[in-house]
């Protein structure tokens, strides 16, 4: 079965930094390749999109982390990763990692209507 599993989180103080990491397997095959990304959840908010990416590499980003949030991937890996510098105590939440078939781009992916899901690690920034 698809399985996306999040890695990296934790526990840093504000101004710190954390790199996530999201290992994807057994995705079904698709010959375009696959859209990625990355979404968070903070206590008694809904859940927002962060910063996705195609297969090409080109991302996008909310606006609250462009300059401080970073979106990479190793393909030949199946690997996607967050690179969160500058880190601020509203970025706490729960990270999701979430990945979609073509077509997709990724302003479909931070849409959220993804096909997978990975299980969430938490990222907690403390004042």
């Known amino acids: 079965q698809a399985q996306l599993v999040e890695s990296g989180g934790g526990s840093v103080q504000a101004g710190g930094s954390l790199t996530l990491s999201c290992a994807a397997s057994r995705l079904p095959y698709s010959s375009s390749g696959y859209c990625m990304g990355w979404f968070r959840q903070a206590p008694g908010q809904e859940r927002e999109g962060v910063a996705a990416?195609?297969?090409?590499?080109?991302?996008d980003a909310a606006e609250s982390v462009k300059g401080r949030f970073t979106i990479s991937q190793d393909n030949a890996k199946n690997t996607v990763y967050l690179q969160m510098n500058s880190l601020k105590p509203e970025d706490t939440a729960v990270y999701y990692c979430?990945?979609?078939?073509?077509?997709?781009?990724?302003?479909?992916?931070?849409?959220?209507?993804?096909?997978?899901w990975g299980q969430g690690t938490q990222v907690t920034v403390s004042s």
């Open positions: 990416i195609d297969y090409d590499d080109t991302t």
């Open positions: 979430t990945a979609d078939a073509f077509p997709c781009s990724p302003k479909t992916v931070l849409a959220g209507l993804n096909r997978y």
